[in-house]
């Protein structure tokens, strides 16, 4: 760079201060507001715009604060911070605080020259912010310079989201239904993947010959694929859908410059071959190395993630973890169970004859249909399932079930039909999306006619609590859930279902609570947006309850943990996994109830649910108890156990000791069968949750890194207590509340304060004095705001702060000050406190050549005695002073000359401060090498060296009151 302004030095542009970034030439300056981020990186052309030398204005003897000054602008310098010289590029500008557990895969990460991770960690724990530090990371140190996002159509606008409000990336939706427009804009001949260089893309629209070699011919350099698991063919008789999708991953796979995530919470639902094969997408090798071997183990290690919830509830413990002491133990606020109500309802008479008669006529159908053909056979073999499944529902189903055409009917062969009907009827983890899975299946055929019809009209007429006893059940344990401040989510099986269930509830529960319902019938984005709606109009009052009723297409990936805490099983699935995915939407991080309640609705006389509730619900149940991990039902041993509830139930009517035999026989020989390959599946992922235990970093390495991140970013404690004087000096009004946290009327504070929070919380809430709630979590929910140092409103008032202490003439009250005289018991002998910026140059070499960077630190240093003859105090000792309060009232006049003493001699310090800078990044350069210590090619050329001199921002002297000796 061939300019008079040296990369790293201040100058004065635009009424403002900025740090010159190596990116500037002879004729254009790239410059960063001084403690901005990279968003607000500015071009500046000399030639046409003033820019000169700046020197920072050091601080002003008559310009003094009280004893918390110094405390207060340094937490809120801190705070802001979007460029830190660690290690972590990234996280000084993500809107989330991680975790100390969500650290170990990014560690694992940045050990290798091109990332390949397979991150399966249990449902809740967030698989997605690990990703996305991991992601956010790569794109910082120019290690990548695109993400795609590879996910189903109705996780896609949530990814969007994510990416966008924590981790500062705009991404692109590219889904079937917004494909049109993005193209619009695209030059001739250009592919939309080149055009936009973050996509979040449904993995169904891209699979498709007609899209997939555009999108792998321009695929970014980096990928992550959600819910990978569905991305595999793990034999022969995978669907079509999921052999397209491990197509296109192979494909992706393939470039071996490319950087691929795999994110998944059931890397092999029993399936070793499934496993295998996601194994061979990260590492080809991995496909089929021995993995009871220490090589084979080793090997995976450094590219697999697996840990359950009891791993990480208590991190970085001196007995669990081996670290040398507690004093950064994490405790992660998981709900400690699940506490499970199975609750019976019978049959009214009415409904009672309807479903006697309905099971005669299938069973008749069945039997008249075997004598004919296979695909006759099958046709009527489906139509009975979903004839009884939909009358087991609701009565709305059952009427919408008799009167739709099965899509059995429409196959030209049995192969076809089971192909078609299956999705529908079957709960299939392994199902390739759940779009469309809860309409009802029906049960019409070419042969039905009038009695199909009369049933219909039976069933139609038993709506309502009087003849549906299962919705009068239903009623009743709602009641006792809202009494008890409970939000419940009531899943159902089908839409009729979902929507009759949410008409009759709304009479039913009284005004104070709302009821919505969200189902198939809605986009993703409607869906997401119905539940906020929700969420707003109950508001903050106390009373109002909320209860929504879904299908199960709220069942996977949606995030209901900030709204909801309670789940009611309407109908039951027939695979248990998705019990578990229902229960996960509120049962994981951020939930505030320490027990999510569950309950279980089944008919004691229908005779499905029982058996379905016994033989697969309950002991689904009690292997996640024993093992505090899901392991998915085996689905062929699962459906041959509910085709042989139904065979037993078409032959209870017709042939009552038959059945018997039946039940006897067959059924109990089905139900063994599949306890048998349940209960190896369980062994299997109990052996691998011990053999593949995260051990490719140690906890020790993890602790040492999050103490380096805390030195410099700051930690929970000090941003709680920052926000809590700075909120109070600024005139708002606290309240604690009854969570740990508090809540602030932001009406009185400077005019300033309020133009920068309006957005965030919104304008009405803050010019109205509605109480904003602070939360110690960083899960928070909307219109709340975490007293984590990455939240918008705590950065908000961090800025607020910082800039009306550099500006002496701000008006309104200014908590913080640069300077301040403060007699105390805490000293016995003169101190003096300074607080120094500092900045760094930084060399990072990655696989796409070296990154010229500046970034920023602070430090506090202290002494005793006088500047010309100072005796330096350690970290740990200036540290202390910020916890000193003044004894005494310190003479002004006195106070103000002391401080131009102690300002007048600065310069005699100035070498200390620049050894201490050259120290500062020898420190940082070992961290650097000791994150990236396994790529020996990205470790070398990392280089770190101080820009000189220091800017102190703030001094602060120390005196010992009366009677201590000095």
């Given at each position: 760079?061939?300019t008079?302004?040296?990369?790293g ?12 970034l ?5 004729d ?5 507001p001084?403690g901005?981020?990279d968003?607000?990186v500015?071009?500046v052309f ?18 003094l ?11 809120a ?11 972590f590029?990234s ?10 557990y ?7 990460a ?12 249990d ?22 310079s ?8 109705a996780?896609?606008e ?9 981790f500062?990336?705009d991404?692109?939706?590219v ?22 260089p ?37 034999d ?6 999921s052999?397209?999708?491990h197509?296109?991953?192979?494909k992706i ?5 490319r950087?691929?995530?795999?994110v ?11 496993f295998?094969?996601l194994?061979?997408?990260v ?14 183990r080793?090997?995976l290690?450094?590219?697999?993630v697996h840990r ?11 007995e669990?973890?081996g670290?040398?002491d507690?004093?950064l133990r ?19 008479p ?6 006697d ?6 069973s008749?159908?069945?039997?008249a ?17 979903a004839l009884?499944?939909?009358?087991v529902?609701s009565?709305?189903?059952?009427a ?5 055409r ?6 030209a062969?049995a ?16 199902s ?6 809860d ?6 055929t ?8 009369e049933l ?19 009623i009743?344990?709602l009641k ?7 939000h ?5 099986r089908?839409i ?6 949410a ?12 009821v ?6 809605l986009?993703?984005?409607q869906r ?5 709606e ?10 109002v ?20 805490d ?7 699935a ?8 229902r229960?996960?939407?509120v049962?994981?991080?951020g939930q ?9 609705l ?8 029982g058996?379905?509730?016994e033989?697969?619900i309950?002991?689904?149940?009690q292997?996640r108890?024993d ?12 459906a041959?156990v ?14 009552a ?16 069968e ?13 052996a691998?949750?011990?053999r ?11 602790a ?8 410099v970013l700051?930690r929970?404690?000090?941003?709680r207590?920052f926000?809590?004087?700075?909120l109070s ?11 740990g946290?508090?809540?602030a ?5 400077p ?7 309006a957005?965030l919380v919104?304008g009405?809430v803050?010019e109205?004095g509605?109480?904003v ?5 960083a ?9 984590v140092r ?11 702060v ?5 500006d002496?003439k ?11 005289v403060?007699?105390?018991r805490a ?16 060399t990072l ?33 200036a ?6 309060s003044a ?12 401080m131009q ?35 020996g ?12 001199p ?9 005196l010992?009151?009366?009677g201590?000796?000095?």
């Amino acid at each position: 760079m061939s300019t008079p302004f040296t990369a790293g030095s201040l100058v004065s542009a635009r009424g403002r201060e900025w740090v010159v970034l190596p990116d500037s030439a002879e004729d254009m300056l790239v410059l960063r507001p001084l403690g901005g981020g990279d968003d607000d990186v500015a071009a500046v052309f000399p030639a046409f715009e003033k820019v000169r030398h700046a020197e920072f204005t050091p601080p002003s003897a008559d310009d003094l604060g009280d004893s918390l000054a110094a405390g207060l602008l340094r937490s809120a310098l801190r705070i802001g911070f979007r460029s830190g010289a660690g290690p972590f590029r990234s996280l000084a500008g993500i809107a989330v605080e991680p975790r100390a557990y969500q650290l170990v895969p990014l560690l694992m990460a940045l050990r290798q020259r091109v990332v390949r991770m397979l991150i399966s960690d249990d449902v809740g724990i967030g698989k997605t912010v690990e990703a996305g530090l991991i992601a956010t990371e790569l794109l910082a140190q120019g290690s990548a310079s695109g993400l795609a996002v590879l996910c189903s159509p109705a996780l896609a606008e949530q990814w969007q989201e994510e990416l966008r409000t924590k981790f500062g990336i705009d991404a692109e939706l590219v889904l079937a239904s917004t494909v049109s427009k993005l193209e619009r804009n695209l030059d001739l001949g250009q592919s939309l993947f080149d055009r936009y260089p973050h996509v979040v893309v449904s993995t169904d629209f891209v699979k498709s010959t007609r899209h997939r070699d555009d999108f792998v011919k321009h695929c970014p350099d980096l990928v992550i694929v959600d819910e990978a698991h569905t991305c595999v063919a793990a034999d022969d008789r995978a669907s079509t859908a999921s052999q397209l999708r491990h197509e296109l991953l192979e494909k992706i796979s393939a470039d071996s410059e490319r950087h691929l995530l795999l994110v998944t919470a059931t890397p092999h639902s029993g399936k070793e071959s499934a496993f295998r094969a996601l194994l061979g997408l990260v590492r080809p090798e991995l496909a089929t190395v021995d993995l009871d071997t220490d090589a084979g183990r080793r090997m995976l290690a450094a590219h697999f993630v697996h840990r359950r919830r009891a791993d990480v509830r208590q991190f970085l413990t001196q007995e669990r973890d081996g670290v040398a002491d507690d004093s950064l133990r994490e405790d992660t606020a998981f709900p400690s169970d699940r506490c499970f109500k199975d609750e019976t309802y019978k049959l009214a008479p009415a409904y009672r004859e309807l479903l006697d008669d309905a099971i005669a006529y299938a069973s008749e159908r069945v039997t008249a249909a075997g004598e004919e053909n296979k695909r006759e056979a099958r046709i009527a073999w489906w139509s009975a399932i979903a004839l009884l499944r939909s009358l087991v529902s609701s009565p709305r189903a059952a009427a919408q079930t008799l009167r739709t055409r099965s899509a059995a009917a429409l196959a030209a062969t049995a192969e076809e039909a089971d192909r078609l009907a299956a999705p529908l009827t079957r709960d299939s983890v392994e199902s390739d999306a759940l779009e469309g899975v809860d309409v009802v299946p029906g049960a019409e055929t070419e042969h039905a006619g009038a009695r199909m019809a009369e049933l219909a009209d039976r069933a139609a007429a038993l709506e309502g609590p009087d003849q549906d006893r299962k919705l009068a059940a239903l009623i009743k344990h709602l009641k006792a859930l809202l009494a008890d401040g409970y939000h419940p989510i009531v899943f159902c099986r089908y839409i009729p279902t979902a929507e009759y269930v949410a008409e009759h509830l709304e009479s039913k529960l009284g005004k104070r609570t709302l009821v919505r319902a969200v189902t198939g019938t809605l986009s993703p984005q409607q869906r997401l947006q119905r539940i906020e709606e929700l969420a707003a109009e109950a508001g903050d009052d106390a009373a109002v309850r909320r209860v929504l009723v879904a299908t199960d297409c709220l069942s996977e990936g949606v995030n209901l943990q900030h709204h909801f805490d309670a789940v009611v099983h309407y109908d039951l699935a027939w695979n248990p996994t998705r019990h578990d995915q229902r229960e996960g939407r509120v049962d994981r991080y951020g939930q505030k109830r320490e027990i999510v309640r569950v309950i279980t609705l089944y008919g004691s006389d229908n005779g499905i649910d029982g058996k379905v509730l016994e033989v697969l619900i309950k002991k689904h149940r009690q292997i996640r108890k024993d093992l505090g991990i899901s392991v998915s039902v085996p689905d062929a041993a699962s459906a041959g156990v509910t085709d042989a509830i139904v065979e037993w139930l078409l032959l209870r009517n017709k042939q009552a000791e038959q059945a018997s035999l039946f039940e006897e026989d067959v059924l109990k020989s089905k139900s063994a069968e599949l306890e048998t390959e349940w209960k190896s599946a369980a062994e299997r992922e109990k052996a691998s949750r011990s053999r593949f235990a995260q051990r490719a970093i140690h906890p020790e390495e993890v602790a040492r890194e999050v103490a380096a991140v805390r030195d410099v970013l700051g930690r929970a404690a000090e941003v709680r207590s920052f926000v809590r004087h700075a909120l109070s000096a600024l005139e708002a009004v606290l309240r604690d509340d009854d969570e740990g946290g508090f809540t602030a009327d932001l009406s009185g504070t400077p005019a300033g304060l309020r133009d920068a929070l309006a957005p965030l919380v919104g304008g009405d809430v803050v010019e109205a004095g509605k109480p904003v709630p602070f939360r110690d979590t960083a899960a928070v929910a909307r219109g709340e705001a975490a007293l984590v140092r990455t939240d918008p409103v705590v950065g908000a008032v961090a800025g607020y702060v910082l800039n009306a202490a550099l500006d002496e003439k701000a008006s309104g009250p200014r908590p913080a000050r640069r300077c301040g005289v403060i007699r105390t018991r805490a000293v016995d002998t003169r101190t003096t406190l300074l607080l120094v910026r500092y900045r760094f140059h930084l060399t990072l070499p990655s696989r796409t050549g070296e990154r010229q960077l500046v970034a920023e630190d602070a430090r506090l240093l202290a002494f005793q005695g006088s500047p010309l003859n100072a005796t330096w105090l350690s970290g740990d000792d200036a540290l202390a002073l910020l916890e000193a309060s003044a004894d005494e009232n310190t003479d002004p006049l006195f106070a103000e000359r002391t401080m131009q003493r102690v300002l007048g001699d600065l310069n005699a310090m100035t070498a200390h401060l620049e050894s201490y800078g050259d120290e500062l990044a020898a420190e940082l350069l070992a961290s650097h090498r000791r994150v990236r210590s396994a790529s020996g090619e990205i470790v070398r050329g990392v280089s770190v060296t101080a820009q000189k001199p220091a800017d102190v921002l703030g001094a602060y002297v120390y005196l010992p009151a009366s009677g201590v000796n000095a």
